[in-house]
């Protein structure tokens, strides 16, 4: 990742308007921004140039956010946040199954965007330097390596998580056998307190449960606590 003060964030989106708003908005809060008009460069400008975070657009003429958020998922954790102007929440839910770390609404307001990239940013940061007290997080038949940001199995095979997933579940790693409820869980991840109609936290945990190989209708590692949220109910230990 770039220097502090040289994060790199790079605008896909085929607006230009919108990219020039961003690039400009952005460099003068310090970022650098790197912009395409499409997706087709996107994996190869990931693979030349180091990016700490993509602000992508989800519906673009050729391939779509949904595509390219998939393709890079694939090998790369590099946060990502989705724009849309689409009002269905089907959208915004499939874009956080495919491994985005926010979304953002059009039309919308610099600042909360601006908001959004700090937010992300600063959790991605976190979570990167928490194998200071140990690297591998130890539970049920798992290890989350916190370096290489993996989940790993008991017989060894190695599971990317994208970095939404990743920062749920190191959430409640650091808080065995505790519950902590929708706001807890949305506000470590998002940075924001969630609305009644907000299912962002739903989707997230269905994919980690998945993830964990748990029985949607009885899980045993991450159990729902009804009416107060959801725990951990395994034991932990750190490992170097």
Not at 126 to 136: D, E, P, V
């Amino acid at each position: 990742m770039s220097s502090e003060q040289t994060k790199r964030i790079l605008i896909v989106d085929d607006d230009n308007e919108i990219r020039e708003l961003l690039g400009s908005y952005l460099g003068q809060n310090g970022y650098e921004t790197l912009s395409l008009e499409n997706g087709e460069q996107l994996i190869k400008q990931l693979q030349t140039t180091q990016i700490d975070l993509i602000i992508l657009d989800l519906m673009m003429p050729g391939e779509d956010g949904f595509s390219l958020c998939r393709q890079v998922r694939i090998d790369s954790d590099v946060p990502i946040i989705m724009l849309t102007a689409s009002a269905e929440e089907t959208d915004r839910i499939v874009g956080l199954e495919l491994g985005a770390d926010d979304y953002v609404a059009k039309p919308f307001n610099p600042r909360e965007l601006l908001a959004r990239i700090k937010a992300v940013l600063r959790r991605s940061r976190s979570a990167g330097t928490s194998g200071s007290k140990g690297r591998y997080f130890c539970f049920s038949e798992w290890r989350l390596d916190t370096v290489n940001r993996d989940l790993i199995g008991s017989s060894g095979e190695v599971i990317p998580l994208s970095g939404a997933d990743y920062n749920l579940l190191l959430l409640f790693l650091e808080n065995p056998n505790k519950v902590l409820n929708r706001d807890d869980l949305l506000g470590a991840t998002r940075g924001r307190e969630s609305s009644p109609y907000d299912r962002s936290i739903d989707v997230q945990l269905s994919r980690l449960r998945q993830r964990l190989g748990e029985d949607a209708k009885d899980p045993h590692i991450i159990k729902t606590v009804r009416g107060s949220g959801y725990v951990l109910s395994v034991e932990v230990e750190r490992e170097m």
